[in-house]
């Protein structure tokens, strides 16, 4: 089974800030089944990036993704106050069919 | 705009059954979406439950196989999800899902489930 590990666990940056989220799999995993999600305090997770590198509907184009062999990253080019959530990498394929990395918590410092 | 609404008790006795359902609107159940549960337990990260498709074909997580069930009602466009034999483990926030293209697109806003006497 595919294991999805972000790095890190928590960041703290101020707005305006670049951010890169990683997201490392165990194995290969082909670029078309990872996606990117942000969950806010108390809310449900959103879409952000399928196929490694798309943005979903609706997302502002500050948001990235990119891939490199089993290295998975998410770029955040400029933060802004509503970006400060906790992203997740999810992965599709295996026995499980939807594999989820454990989560990185973007903070304000 | 597809959108999803939970539906169901918020509180679970242990050894019974978790019963939830997922309005949809704003789309058919017999779209391309494959429907889909995922929860989150207290503070912890997201687990993939299972899934169905309208055309009867069902998926699910193999650490909860044998006691999941997801169901499609399409008089009614809504589907459900039964959880058997559950303990404090299995309570949790349950979000109803539409996924497609290997990733889960539309979220309901979720319903906590406690399982607890």
């Known amino acids: 089974e595919i294991v999805l590990t972000q790095s890190p666990g928590t960041l703290s940056l101020s707005p305006g800030e670049r951010v890169t989220l990683s997201c490392r799999a165990s194995?290969?995993?082909?670029?078309?089944?990872l996606a990117w999600y942000q969950q806010k305090f108390g809310q449900a997770p959103r879409l952000l990036i399928y196929?490694?590198?798309s943005r979903a509907t609706g997302i502002p184009d500050r948001f990235s993704g990119s891939a490199s062999g089993t290295d998975f990253t998410l770029t955040i080019s400029r933060l802004e106050p509503e970006d400060f959530a906790v992203y997740y990498c999810?992965?599709?394929?295996?026995?499980?069919?939807?594999?989820f990395g454990q989560g990185t918590k973007l903070e304000i410092k | 705009q597809v959108q999803l609404q939970e539906s169901g008790p918020g509180l679970v006795t242990p050894s019974g059954t978790l019963s939830l359902t997922c309005a949809v609107s704003?789309?058919?159940?017999?779209?391309?979406?494959?429907w889909t549960w995922v929860r989150q337990p207290p503070g912890k990260g997201l687990e993939w439950i299972g899934e169905?498709?309208?055309?009867?074909?069902?998926n699910y997580s193999p650490s909860l196989k044998g006691r999941v069930t997801i169901s499609l009602d399409e008089s009614k466009n809504q589907f459900s999800l039964k959880l058997t034999s559950v303990t404090a483990a299995d309570s949790a926030v349950y979000y109803c899902?539409?996924?497609?293209?290997?990733?889960?697109?539309?979220w309901g806003q979720g319903i906590p489930v406690t399982v607890s006497s």
């Open positions: 899902v539409g996924s497609h293209s290997w990733c889960l697109y539309y």
């Open positions: 999810q992965q599709y394929g295996g026995s499980s069919f939807y594999n």
């Open positions: 196929g490694a590198s």
């Open positions: 169905r498709y309208h055309t009867g074909t069902t």
């Open positions: 194995q290969s995993v082909s670029s078309t089944y």
């Open positions: 704003g789309g058919s159940i017999r779209s391309g979406n494959w």
